[in-house]
């Protein structure tokens, strides 16, 4: 039983769902009408103060206050990286850090954006699963991130990727949440095909994405198309096999008719040699799919290395050849820790 002289605890408002909000409002004695503004206020605007919810009623702004928050971020550092990108590292009110990227480009604007404090998939060749994992964040938090890029570049985003710190669908409800939000026209109206979720192979929960009403974009990290080498590489995903992902995206392309990326980040002697390239190909020739490969990033006491620029682009025209689109993918940011593979929680 709660102590008489103890507060409710306050939720944060931005966790509410829209009835709960509406809930709300009806015990407040407050109009229907008012959601749609809070909403805004929230969604929109990110305001971090009920004080700015400037066209509600101060009785109404007081009363909010007292039974809701509006959580809590604050950018602890920010790094500008000579290409324009930007790496931000977040604060949340419990004390747990994340970081997250804007990458602009003409009259773009990009952000890689975390769905979970660390990560627990142990990726060998990732800074941020180094640590392994903090906690996951919710959907607010995922959706703050990209508030706050937007308000520090004063420019509308056009495009998220969830490839930032975690494994998305290791916090699967609040990834997808932060997605549809994202994508509402009464959130930041973000169109869906430019919403991209990326996953280390997570096959039980590429099913169900696959079976989402909206045209969310998919992104695997394949890695390597050799059981041995992926499972060395990627020990987070050894219970599903290279065949079964190959069944699901099968399924999954299926389904949606949707073409996937797969992500091959390049590591000198590792994934990189002819057996890697010839099974690659085999993996990939005559589906749906779009490669992407990716010139290793530098990560401080890493025993990989980056495989040559010669290399990535013979794996591409092999690709090609076998009838598989490819492209090498430009890092962003690296020179500040923030391209693929580089992000984890720390101060400098």
């Not at 002289?5 to 709300?24: H, I, K, Q």
């Not at 305001?47 to 101060?58: A, C, T």
Request: with cysteine.
């Amino acid at each position: 039983m709660q102590p008489q002289d103890e507060a409710p605890r306050r939720r944060d408002l931005r966790d509410m769902t829209e009835g709960e909000v509406a809930e709300l409002l009806a015990e407040l004695g407050q109009p229907a009408f008012r959601a749609k503004q809070i909403r805004s206020w929230v969604w929109e605007k990110g305001v971090g103060s009920f004080d700015e919810m400037s066209n509600l009623p101060k009785t109404l702004r007081q009363a909010l206050a007292k039974r809701c928050t509006l959580g809590g971020a604050e950018e602890a550092v920010c790094q500008e990286s000579a290409d324009g990108s930007k790496k931000y590292l977040i604060r949340y009110d419990d004390g747990v850090c994340v970081e997250c990227v804007g990458m602009p480009s003409r009259a773009r604007l990009t952000v890689c954006a975390s769905t979970q404090a660390g990560c627990g998939m142990r990726c060998a060749f990732c800074a941020t699963g180094k640590a392994g994992l903090t906690r996951s964040l919710t959907a607010a938090e995922i959706y703050q991130q990209v508030l706050h890029v937007r308000d520090d570049f004063d420019t509308r985003v056009t495009g998220v990727v969830l490839m930032g710190q975690g494994e998305p669908f290791a916090n699967y409800d609040e990834s997808l949440a932060a997605l549809r939000r994202l994508n509402d026209p009464e959130g930041l109206g973000i169109g869906a095909r430019h919403l991209t979720v990326s996953t280390c192979g997570i096959i039980p929960m590429i099913t169900r994405f696959s079976r989402e009403p909206e045209q969310f974009t998919l992104a695997v990290s394949l890695h390597s198309a050799v059981q041995r080498t992926r499972d060395a590489l990627m020990p987070g995903v050894k219970r599903y096999s290279l065949l079964r992902l190959y069944d699901a995206m099968g399924e999954y392309v299926d389904r949606t008719g949707r073409r996937p990326t797969y992500e091959y980040a390049l590591i000198k002697g590792i994934n990189d040699t002819d057996e890697e390239l010839a099974y690659l190909c085999d993996f990939c020739r005559d589906t749906l799919c779009h490669v992407n490969i990716i010139q290793l990033n530098q990560v401080p006491h890493s025993k990989f290395q980056p495989s040559s620029a010669e290399r990535a682009n013979t794996f591409v025209r092999r690709l090609a050849a076998v009838g598989v689109e490819a492209t090498i993918r430009k890092s962003r940011g690296a020179d500040i820790d923030a391209a693929c593979g580089q992000l984890r929680q720390r101060n400098a």
